[in-house]
């Protein structure tokens, strides 16, 4: 063990959502990034300060704090709010202590390390994986030695980029325990169960007898890394080299027993890029959780081969260790398009798996995608009519459409930009461009697929009617009247919209005018929650 005298380690996680817009995430979303970068370090005896943006109100100032005397910062994000938080946080860091060392990793600096080192809020990006690769920078840091000796790097070297070795991808039998005396567990559960005006995004459906005026306590955990899926979509693909490790299924289940012991969690969220890889590790997962008797419900993320490759009775060790959600990546409906995106679904297996899931009162979680680079206006068609058919078939499936983006590190986003598509150049460009649901402004969508779109999230919702608002029989009608467009694809006239937003007037639930803006407007405003946390600071 490195002798350290307890140098310190600052480690930030950045808002996923910008809270000005009145946005924030579930808070089961754990900062499991920054534990599984800390398990290295902390082993080695250094003094690691984790502050994670969702769960401290002046998180820059705390920052700041805590890197005066600090060996090193480093930083982690994926896509979306995160990308322009975390560099208005590493911007702010260099100003104040321009000789600090600045790390970064997650998967968009992963793919655009040069962003990060040209503008100067990184000495080093780790590429991919990063357990190994954090605690050998922290060692070298410490030590004094060059970071060109550490596999896994990007540097900046007479101005141009310069990759260190390759690291390899490895199992987790590789790495540290994790840290979870780190984690201020309490305050994530606070925030789960304190109702909150806020629009809370990635909220999982809630089971069992929980409700929004009975909320669980969530938790998060990653139990594997990597995807073996070649999906040209995905920069997973680029950054794990479809490697696919995970923890074994009995190991996975007396970890996670024994977490719910410490942490008191009612509902646990795998956050793997794809859980259900192995057929073998999900039944001794299962199996065991069973076995220990483990109080919680479960969900993950799975394929839909997947699903139609497991056998009936794994398929009911899933209901029986109380799963009771999967998400399934369906992405279109067009065979031709399933090929040319690398997923190469057959089309009738996508409602047979949903089906096998549902019927067993699992939720399937199921996420279609338009206009792909090249794709025609009658596949994406298809894709709605087939998530209609899907919805309408099995009303407790989620069946969400979402418009492409090009993704940095993958195959399609370079065919977008041959296409013309121009990529956003700033970080506060790349922060703001990807909200899937609504600001669709970058996708070049045909105007007749853009209402028909919207039509269809709009019917989609009041079907799912049933489960929340209104009075019963006005649920009833105008879910009946939902479900008849559903089912034939016809979203002319519609009605039942109009009523039920009659309906939110006359019964006084409309947002005030403060809130009540579109959320393509929304997207568009200058202001953000970090801009305003800077200019206090």
Not at 21 to 36: I, K, M, V, W
Request: glycine share 8%.
């Amino acid at each position: 063990m490195i002798q350290s005298k307890r140098k310190k380690i600052v480690l930030f996680l950045p808002h996923r959502a910008d809270p000005s817009r009145g946005e924030t995430f579930s808070a089961d979303l754990l900062p499991l990034e920054l534990l599984q970068i800390a398990s290295g370090p902390v082993a080695d005896g250094y003094d690691v300060v984790m502050v994670d943006a969702m769960i401290e109100e002046d998180y820059i100032a705390k920052v700041l704090e805590a890197c005066d005397g600090a060996l090193l910062f480093a930083s982690s994000c994926i896509l979306g709010y995160q990308v322009y938080d975390g560099y208005v946080v590493a911007k702010a860091v260099r100003e104040r202590f321009p000789k600090l060392p600045i790390i970064w990793g997650g998967w968009f600096p992963s793919v655009t390390p040069e962003m990060y080192l040209r503008e100067g809020i990184a000495d080093a990006v780790g590429i991919g994986q990063g357990e190994l690769t954090f605690r050998d920078v922290v060692r070298a840091v410490d030590a004094g030695t060059s970071l060109e000796e550490v596999p896994g790097l990007a540097l900046l070297r007479d101005n141009k980029v310069m990759y260190t070795a390759n690291r390899a991808v490895v199992g987790f039998d590789q790495f540290e325990r994790v840290p979870w005396e780190l984690l201020e567990f309490e305050k994530y559960a606070s925030k789960q169960t304190t109702p909150t005006r806020m629009k809370v995004r990635h909220r999982f459906p809630l089971p069992g007898h929980w409700t929004p005026d009975n909320p669980p306590r969530g938790f998060s955990f990653f139990s594997s890394f990597g995807c073996p899926e070649p999906c040209t979509f995905c920069c997973s693909p680029l950054v794990t080299g479809r490697r696919w490790k995970a923890i074994p299924g009995a190991q996975l289940a007396e970890e996670i027993a024994e977490l719910q012991q410490r942490f008191k969690f009612d509902v646990l969220r795998f956050q793997d890029a794809n859980f259900g890889v192995a057929e073998k590790r999900t039944r001794e997962f299962c199996e065991k959780m069973i076995e220990l008797k483990v109080p919680i419900h479960w969900n993950g993320t799975v394929e839909i081969e997947t699903i139609m490759r497991y056998k009936e009775d794994t398929c009911d060790l899933l209901r029986d260790s109380k799963c009771h959600l999967l998400w399934l990546g369906a992405e279109t409906g067009d065979q031709e398009m399933q090929m040319q995106i690398g997923k190469k679904i057959k089309l009738d297996h996508i409602p047979e798996a949903i089906g096998r899931l549902a019927n067993r009162g699992i939720i399937p979680g199921t996420f279609w995608i338009i206009g792909y680079p090249g794709e025609t206006e009658e596949a994406m068609a298809e894709t709605l009519r087939w998530a209609a058919m899907v919805k309408h078939k099995y009303p407790i499936a989620g069946s969400e459409v979402y418009p492409f983006r090009p993704i940095p590190g993958t195959v399609d986003f370079n065919t977008a930009v041959k296409n013309g598509y121009e990529p956003p150049k700033s970080f506060y460009d790349w922060g703001m461009c990807f909200e899937y649901k609504y600001n669709a402004h970058n996708t070049p969508l045909p105007a007749s697929i853009r209402e028909t779109w919207r039509r269809y999230n709009n019917t989609a919702a009041i079907y799912d009617m049933h489960v929340q608002e209104g009075p019963a029989w006005m649920r009833r009608a105008l879910s009946r009247m939902a479900g008849w467009r559903l089912q034939r694809g016809k979203y002319e006239l519609p009605l039942e919209q109009k009523l039920f937003d009659l309906y939110v007037r006359v019964t006084g639930q409309r947002q005030n005018a403060a809130e009540d803006v579109s959320e393509d407007y929304q997207q568009l405003q200058p202001e953000t929650h970090a801009q305003k946390q800077i200019a206090s600071v």
